[in-house]
Each structure stands twice: as structure tokens, then as C-alpha cells.
């Protein structure tokens, strides 16, 4: 196709100076050559317009003698109109008229079809008065008024102290802090701070947004269970999803593939909260999960994470070995992380060098050279794991063991005088071991290599401010596994709910344990092949504590509950 700068040469419009003198000013100033024509005076704003008109057929419009309707207009978000210079003016049926300074720009056409689910058909107006429009419409509210008193009721429970919040942006990131400048006044950003806000204040850990075919809901995951806050309108759905997008620099044009990206807020006395945003394309409309990293909730103390004395020495003996492999293992959100960065805070000393591999990394550690992993442009585990050995590594702490090739580079990496510390997926520590033997790695290997296997699981604490004492069937305590006469003497307790833990009885979590030492004849039994059950029982004779007795101790400590023990963990 050819250029708008060829096209007026052929026909005779401008001259090849003026054409090269425009190229030139467009250079500098930016923007599209025939605004800069016209601001240079080369051509008159309607001479354009016509002259777009009659060379792709389609009509032209003065967008400044033409009302809009406000709610045609919107159908679009602003971001994408300013993007590519266009607003929405009509609807026949199942076409939109959409006024465009380039009505042979495709990829714009494309974009709102798949936006707004109608066909795209182009008129021509000049890029000044499309301008005018977007700033005209779109300075009005960005919702109805009904729209509005909707969810104001549930903006205004949430919104105590909202003037605390400020989103930190990096200062290089203009476009970003540009459109957000515009949406200021929204109502929809009201919303969008007071979600936030909530979910700091209610110590959530994720913040989950869901668009369904009739509704669109939000949910805060807060100690481990997810809890349903509200439900917006289901057309501010774009709107919402779009500002979180806004907020965490990424590609609101872009609805068909996942991203991920960051927010950083700063509330009141200069806190700060990051929240790693990703978005997922679902069928009724992109979903976006945020999980909370809150810096001051890390808990970095070892002795308050929930492990017993003598599951304590264990782990601490294993980590101030000078080499071998210590392994956490759980599924997504038990803790494995915290475990590990309390480990690295012990380990941490001006003699050592520590390097970690770590996707994504969650919070910045001083003195510890952190690395975050981009598989995009090849940044993987095992690559970064390469590289540390080259730097002169004491300590390593790699993320997740996903392979063989990783795995393989991180046990010959604690064969060779490095402590390695890292994690898998897996149901108990036992099972870690076959984990490892299955990727395939050698089971001599496997057995020389490893320390200790630690897995975990977070279980909820009962409230303080409302823990009663109850009565609890002693059949329902001999089938978890605590023996009858025991039973007997044990005092359970429950939270019967209250306003310091939004009535659910529970406030806060503690970690579960099982720890399993590597001892001389669980290697033997790793050598041998033996399955992990075996190497199961063998390690509880040897005194390994289950996740279901480590639950089970926090019941007697009045820590607990029994559904939690019950829900965390499976009988021996």
C-alpha cells in the first residue's frame, strides 16, 4: 500500500520539498505526516480530509458539527482511541461507524472488532477534531449515574483512608503515567484503589478479578481460603480490568495472550506493597490474578515459622553444612519461599557469596545477588545455575527443580562444595526422593548429594480475640490419628468469629512440618531402589514427625483447629 506521502505527490497536492520538509519536522515532533503537514501550513485540515476521503472511498465527517452518543463513543476504551487516533461515532445493527484520522489502518480495525465484537466500518475526520472528540467524551463520567450509585454503596465501605493510597510508577514510563492522568477522576479508579486497599487491609495474599458470562466477581484469598468481597457491574468489567492493566505497565491492546507484570503502591506512613499482577484470557473476557508481597509480613525469623526444637536443629544443621542440597517441598502458596529466604537470612554473612535463581523474585534480600528468570530470551534455571558456578558461588538458591537438566547441575553443584538450596512440587518429603529418581537423576547421586527434604503446608491459626473452648467427639480425634487415651485429655478450640478476624474464627497461619534428615540408612534404602513408602516408614522409626503429626501438635497447643489439620494434611 502506498504512503500518504506518495499518494499527494502523485497527485499533485505537495512537492517533493515540502514532502522531505515535513518528513523532517515529523522526526522531531512525532505524531502522523498529514497533522504535520497541516501544522506546518503545507495543507489545509479539510484539503486532508477529502482528499482521504475520495482515495479510499469511504466518507468524511466534521466530527465538531456531529453529536456523539456517549455511549457509542465508550464502547472503545480511551487508551485505544488515543493509540490510533479514532472514536466510535454510530451503530447500525451489528456495525460500528468509526471516525479514524487513517481509515486504511488494518491493525486498528482489527482491534476494535475484537474488542467490541462488531463489524468496523471507516469514516475519515481529521486528526485535531478526533482529538477534540476523545478529550470532549471522554472528560464526561466514565460510567452512568445508575451505573454508578451501583457499586458507590460498596466503593464507600471500602474506601476509609483511600487517599493514602498511591500507586509508585517509574519515572521513565510516560505513556503509562499519561494515561492514568486521564482516568483520575473515574469512578472505576475509585474502585480499582479501594480493591487494593482492602486487600492490604483484610492482609489478603491474592486478589483474584473474574469475568463469568453474567457476572463479574472479586475475591481476596486471605489465610489460605478464598472469600467473595463484591461484584461490579459486569459491564465495568473492560474498565476495571483495563486500569489494573494501566497500573501494572502492561499491553492493554493486547486481550488474546497471558502477561504478567507489577503494581507498587505506597499507602499511608510511606508503606509499600508490590502486587505481581498476570491476566488470563478466558472465555468471557480476560481474568487478572494479583498476588500481595508485603515486605513487613515476611517472616524471616525461623523460630516463629512453626517448627518444633527439634525439627529446628535438624534444618539448622543442614543449611550450615558447607555443601550438599537441602530441598523444600509443597504446592503453590505454603510457604516454601518464606522457609527459604529465612534460611537465606541465617546463611547471610559478609564472608559468603549467595546467588539466587528465582522466578518470580518476590522480595529483594540485601546482600544477595537475586536473579529473575526470563525464558523468553532463553534466562532459564538451569543457564542462570551454569553461570553461578562461574561467580564464585558459597551458597545457591534456585527457585524451582522443574528438570532433569536442572536438577543434574544443581546436585553436581552440592557435590562439589556448594550448599544448594531449592524446591519441588511434591506431597510429602519421602516422595521428593522419587521425585528426583524420575526426572533422572542417578539414585547414587540423589543419596550423596542430599542433606535434608523439608515439606510444608500452611495451615490457619484460630483467633486470638475470639477462641472459646469446644467439645470434640474423641472418635473424631482417634480418626486423625491421635491414640484414644490421649484423646481423652486433649482441649480443642475454635474462633466462633469476630470483627478483628471478618467472622471466620481464624487469624493469621503457622506452617506445618516434616522434616527428613538424609541419615546413612535412608541412603542405603535410596541406593537400593526402595519405594517411598518404605523410605516413609523408615524415616518416621529414624523420628521423623509428619505433616499430620506436626498438625496434630498444633491442635494440642491450642494453635489450631482439627478441620485444619484435617485439611492440610493426610493420615499416616
Known amino acids: 500500500m502506498e504512503k500518504l506521502g506518495e499518494l499527494l505527490l502523485k497527485e499533485r497536492i505537495i512537492t517533493p520539498d515540502q514532502l522531505k520538509r515535513a518528513i523532517e519536522e515529523q522526526k522531531i515532533s512525532g505524531g502522523r505526516l498529514g497533522s504535520t503537514m497541516v501544522s506546518m501550513g503545507i495543507l489545509k485540515e479539510q484539503e486532508l480530509v477529502n482528499f482521504l476521503s475520495k482515495q479510499y472511498g469511504v466518507p468524511a465527517v466534521n466530527l465538531r458539527e456531529f453529536e456523539i452518543d456517549p455511549n457509542i463513543a465508550k464502547l472503545v476504551p480511551q487508551e485505544i482511541c488515543e493509540k490510533y487516533s479514532l472514536i466510535p461515532i454510530n451503530r447500525a445493527g451489528s456495525t460500528l461507524i468509526v471516525a479514524m484520522a487513517d481509515p486504511s489502518d488494518i491493525f486498528a480495525i482489527d482491534d476494535i472488532k475484537f474488542l467490541t465484537g462488531f463489524n468496523v466500518e471507516a469514516v475519515v475526520a481529521s486528526e485535531a477534531a478526533i482529538r477534540e472528540a476523545i478529550d470532549r467524551e471522554f472528560k464526561k463520567e466514565t460510567v452512568s449515574t445508575e451505573t454508578e450509585e451501583m457499586f458507590e454503596d460498596a466503593i464507600q465501605l471500602l474506601e476509609d483512608e483511600i487517599d493514602d493510597v498511591e500507586v509508585v510508577q517509574d519515572k521513565d514510563d510516560l505513556n503509562i503515567n499519561e494515561l492514568q492522568k486521564q482516568t483520575e477522576d473515574a469512578p472505576v479508579v475509585r474502585l480499582v484503589n479501594a480493591i487494593l486497599h482492602d486487600a492490604i487491609k483484610r492482609k489478603a495474599s491474592d486478589i483474584h478479578v473474574e469475568p463469568y458470562e453474567k457476572e463479574f466477581r472479586v475475591r481476596f484469598r486471605i489465610d489460605g481460603v478464598l472469600y467473595e468481597i463484591m461484584k461490579p457491574p459486569i459491564k465495568l468489567k473492560n474498565a476495571i480490568v483495563s486500569r489494573l492493566k494501566i ?92 522457609t527459604l529466604y529465612s534460611a537465606l537470612t541465617e546463611l547471610n554473612k559478609v564472608t559468603d557469596n549467595i546467588s539466587t535463581a528465582e522466578d518470580p523474585v518476590e522480595y529483594n534480600l540485601p546482600g544477595i545477588n537475586q536473579v529473575q528468570m526470563n525464558e523468553a530470551i532463553g534466562l532459564n534455571f538451569a543457564n542462570v545455575l551454569r553461570a553461578f558456578l562461574r561467580q564464585d558461588p558459597d551458597i545457591i538458591m534456585v527457585g524451582e527443580i522443574r528438570d532433569f537438566e536442572t536438577a543434574e547441575i544443581a546436585i553436581k553443584a552440592a557435590l562439589t562444595g556448594h550448599l544448594v538450596l531449592s524446591t519441588l512440587h511434591t506431597n510429602d518429603a519421602p516422595s521428593t526422593i522419587a521425585r528426583l529418581l524420575n526426572m533422572g537423576v542417578e539414585p547414587f547421586l540423589v543419596a550423596s548429594a542430599t542433606n535434608l527434604v523439608l515439606a510444608q503446608r500452611l495451615a490457619r491459626k484460630i483467633c486470638q480475640e475470639c477462641k472459646e473452648p469446644i467439645n470434640v467427639p474423641i472418635k473424631a480425634l482417634v480418626d486423625i490419628g491421635i491414640p484414644e487415651d490421649e484423646a481423652k485429655s486433649i482441649q480443642c478450640y475454635k474462633g466462633k468469629g469476630c470483627d478483628k478476624c471478618s467472622n471466620t474464627g481464624y487469624k493469621g497461619r503457622i506452617a506445618l512440618y516434616e522434616v527428613m534428615m538424609l541419615y546413612d540408612e535412608l541412603k542405603e534404602l535410596i541406593l537400593a531402589g526402595a519405594p517411598a513408602s518404605e523410605l516413609k516408614r523408615t524415616a518416621m522409626r529414624l523420628g521423623m514427625k509428619t505433616l499430620r503429626q506436626s498438625g496434630i501438635d498444633k491442635l494440642k497447643q491450642g494453635i489450631t483447629t482439627i478441620e485444619e489439620v484435617v485439611r492440610c494434611s493426610v493420615k499416616d
Open 247 to 338: 497500573l501494572a505497565n502492561l499491553d492493554i491492546a493486547e486481550r488474546r495472550l497471558p502477561q504478567d507484570g507489577r503494581i507498587k503502591l505506597k499507602i499511608g506512613g510511606g508503606k509499600e506493597m508490590d502486587f505481581r499482577v498476570n491476566t488470563l484470557p478466558t472465555l468471557f473476557g480476560e481474568k487478572v490474578c494479583l498476588r500481595l508481597l508485603d515486605k513487613s509480613n515476611l517472616q524471616l525469623d525461623m523460630t516463629k515459622l512453626g517448627f518444633d526444637d527439634e525439627q529446628l536443629k535438624l534444618f539448622k544443621e543442614a543449611i550450615h553444612r558447607p555443601y550438599g542440597m537441602v530441598l523444600v517441598t509443597g504446592p503453590t502458596g505454603s510457604g516454601k519461599t518464606t
